[in-house]
């Protein structure tokens, strides 16, 4: 049945059919994240990150209605050139998205569901979506949370957005048995910086270690995903204040402007490049980069 929907490339169909490592790349980064032509090229290169350390990329997007699991070039740089017009799409919207033909780009959840349709266990991101800050009034929660509670794919990320509430974010991942693995580190990462002050659950040194727990958990049928928090590289690390100062400036202004829902994330990355002069831009890539080589080393390994 879910062929009718999913179309998975013939690169990557026969990797996942000769037991070849895969990794899952999600799309909302190309069409929200950044500006054309740089969104194309960050996304081509992240592509080229998971080849030359031995694995084959499946970006994930919804074009004309159909699941795919690894992108053309072209498909790339036709959700690149369309930008803010593709939909985002997250669990909700994804029958929506299918039923009406149309384009839709993969949040982080939206890329979960349709890997583990696709056979494909590790994922590369930026950062996860979490608890957003005063949610226990608004009760903004990323549905990406929900997502690694209950679908069986590792998410590699430089930990949750620094936007958000971290720590009600971990308590809301540990209330869900969704276990937060620091890769050489203790301190779960902050997007921008290699800092929070707060810790991750285990640190676990090396790709081969975490591919380890990876397969103890699903073996034990023990279902859900895990956040693999990977730091920014510290060249490419912000400095704390700065950006800490620019987010607190950038929530205030989306307090002003009741910008609120799926709409936030998007309007507070632009505001805190605006405010960082691009800098949070380039630390942006460079965390992604890092991610995806992460990500090929577990691939390899599960």
Not at 60 to 77: M, P, Q, V
């Amino acid at each position: 049945m879910i062929e009718k929907y999913l179309e998975i490339s013939p690169e990557v169909k026969k990797a996942l059919e000769e037991g070849k490592p895969v990794v899952a790349l999600e799309s909302t980064i190309i069409s929200h994240g950044m500006p054309y032509p740089q969104n194309v090229e960050t996304a081509l290169n992240v592509e080229k990150v998971v080849r030359d350390n031995g694995a084959i990329p499946a970006t994930i997007a919804i074009i004309n209605g159909k699941l795919k699991a690894g992108l053309s070039e072209e498909e790339i740089e036709y959700l690149g050139k369309k930008g803010y017009s593709v939909m985002k799409v997250s669990r909700r919207d994804i029958p929506y998205v299918i039923s009406k033909k149309i384009d839709g780009a993969t949040t982080v959840a939206g890329t979960m569901i349709i890997a583990e349709m696709a056979g494909i266990k590790v994922f590369a991101t930026g950062g996860i979506g979490g608890v957003h800050r005063n949610a226990q009034e608004t009760f903004d929660i990323s549905a990406d949370l929900q997502e690694l509670a209950n679908t069986n794919v590792a998410v590699v990320c430089a930990g949750a957005k620094s936007i958000l509430d971290l720590g009600l974010t971990l308590e809301y991942l540990e209330t869900f048995g969704v276990p937060v693995i620091g890769y050489q580190t203790e301190e779960l990462p902050a997007f921008y910086t290699r800092k929070s002050g707060f810790n991750v659950n285990f640190r676990l040194d090396t790709p081969e270690e975490i591919a380890e727990f990876l397969k103890a958990k699903w073996a034990l049928n023990l279902k859900g995903g895990a956040v693999i928090a990977n730091p920014i590289p510290e060249e490419y690390q912000m400095d704390y204040d700065t950006i800490t100062k620019a987010i607190e400036d950038a929530l205030k202004e989306a307090e002003k402007l009741g910008i609120k829902g799926k709409e936030t994330t998007p309007f507070l990355l632009a505001k805190i490049k605006e405010i960082t002069g691009g800098e949070s831009l380039k630390s942006n890539i460079q965390l992604v980069y890092n991610n995806a080589k992460l990500a090929a080393l577990i691939a390899k390994s599960l």
